[in-house]
């Protein structure tokens, strides 16, 4: 028999829940501005400041001193203190066997979706949401019911009522993440009580994505001794350690370690065991001479975080202001994260508005609906840069809206 008497093969395809994974709407925007030279980008969520010296040279000493090998699945012992004493701090007692260390936010994610989810749990997440939340459930065959945070005079607010009615009895796992990317609303510590109490009768596990909650801006909220709080109300400082509840951090964000690749989880020490497999079969470990750097990052970076948060704060204000003086903007500033999700003309065809931006004065947004249905009609900036930058930006968005007469 030749080659070509053999049956041509199927054409070969990933499994359904794959191929229905939602394409990213921010690399297609992004891919419409290819060939335009002079792109300001504030469509993806970091920031343009490099990691601080103090932890970039902790991780060559590291490298120098030969950390190059495989560590324990949940992480080096020092950094999982290092971690523990970091949470006890901000929100009461942790020991580090609560502690497991992951490659990042979203690793940390898919870890804790695989710990709990199977094909056919129901899952209930609160939307607009970056999509990594709703689609890595989707991977693991779970069906994925959204609830919609409302938008008006206050900004974003959750209908905690309507929360409530979504998380049935039959609900495996919520998945919440405040301060929220994209909208930057923060769930109120009274909120959360509610819903960890709602869950807790009902046997429903909480992933809560805390990866923001250190840029938090606390605008109303300044404390008894004049501060204001240091994190955002976090379902740690509520839930005992040892139930339904599974809190998901990060390096990237607070000390800009964004391309590092390294985060954490805090759940129940009856699922650390359990937690060592997956991370043995997804990555292993995360690098050594990264964990390393992790360990200064959280015991020398406090001063770093309080002054980028201050930072981030004057950068958000600056640029509420200068967008609210365009005319067809409505723009809130939220009390998290780093990013405007507001309306402008045009943006009720968010993709579409977001690529001529991009295309025609080189301005670079990400689409609401990039961030589920909820948020079409919105645009996103990420404002994790200089002053200067963000006017250039401005002025780009009012040149494109004169253009189009809609100014
Ligand atoms: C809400 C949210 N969770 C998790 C992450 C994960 O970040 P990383 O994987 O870099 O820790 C991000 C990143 O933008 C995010 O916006």
């Not at 005079?153 to 929220?180: C, F, H, Y």
């Not at 968005?397 to 809609?406: S, W, Y």
Request: with cysteine; charged share 20%; aromatic share 8%.
């Amino acid at each position: 028999m030749s080659e070509s008497d053999l049956p041509v093969p199927s054409i070969p395809n990933a499994r359904d829940a794959v191929r229905a994974l939602r394409p990213s709407q921010i690399r297609e925007v992004a891919n419409a501005g290819f060939g335009v030279d002079d792109v300001l980008p504030f469509w993806f969520g970091e920031s343009d400041r490099v990691t601080p010296a103090f932890i970039r040279d902790a991780a060559s000493a590291a490298l120098t001193a030969g950390a190059t090998f495989y560590t324990h699945n949940l992480g080096i012992a020092p950094l999982r203190e290092a971690l523990a004493s970091y949470v006890s701090e901000l929100h009461g007692a942790t020991s580090p066997d609560h502690v497991a260390v992951t490659s990042a936010g979203v690793n940390a994610l898919m870890l804790a979706a695989q710990l709990v989810v199977g094909a056919g749990d129901r899952v209930v997440a609160v939307t607009p949401l970056w999509p990594n939340l709703v689609e890595i459930p989707k991977i693991l065959g779970a069906h994925v019911e959204t609830v919609a945070l409302g938008y008006g005079e206050r900004g974003w607010q959750l209908d905690v009522e309507q929360l409530l009615t979504a998380l049935t009895p039959a609900t495996k796992m919520l998945m919440i993440n405040s301060p929220n990317n994209p909208t930057g609303w923060v769930m109120s510590r009274d909120d959360q009580r509610t819903v960890l109490e709602h869950c807790r009768r009902h046997g429903i596990w909480i992933v809560a994505d805390e990866v923001y909650e250190r840029l938090y801006y606390a605008d109303g909220a300044v404390m008894a001794d004049g501060a204001r709080a240091r994190t955002a109300p976090s379902f740690l400082d509520l839930a005992a350690r040892d139930e339904r509840v599974i809190c998901v951090n990060s390096f990237s964000k607070a000390w800009l370690m964004t391309g590092w690749r390294l985060g954490w989880i805090v759940a129940p020490t009856a699922l650390m065991d359990d937690l060592a497999k997956l991370v043995e079969y997804n990555t292993s470990c995360a690098p050594s001479f990264v964990q390393q750097a992790g360990i200064v990052a959280v015991q020398q970076g406090e001063r770093f975080t309080q002054e980028l948060v201050r930072d981030l704060r004057a950068s958000r204000d600056h640029l509420v202001r200068a967008l609210s003086a365009v005319p067809g903007v409505d723009v809130k500033a939220p009390s998290g994260a780093m990013y405007l999700f507001f309306t402008m003309p045009g943006a009720a065809r968010s993709l579409e508005l977001c690529k001529a931006m991009v295309r025609e004065v080189g301005l670079g947004l990400a689409p609401g609906s990039a961030f589920g249905p909820q948020g079409e009609g919105f645009v996103r900036w990420c404002y994790a840069c200089d002053t200067a930058r963000l006017d250039a930006g401005v002025e780009r968005l009012k040149r494109f809206l004169a253009q189009h007469g809609t100014v």
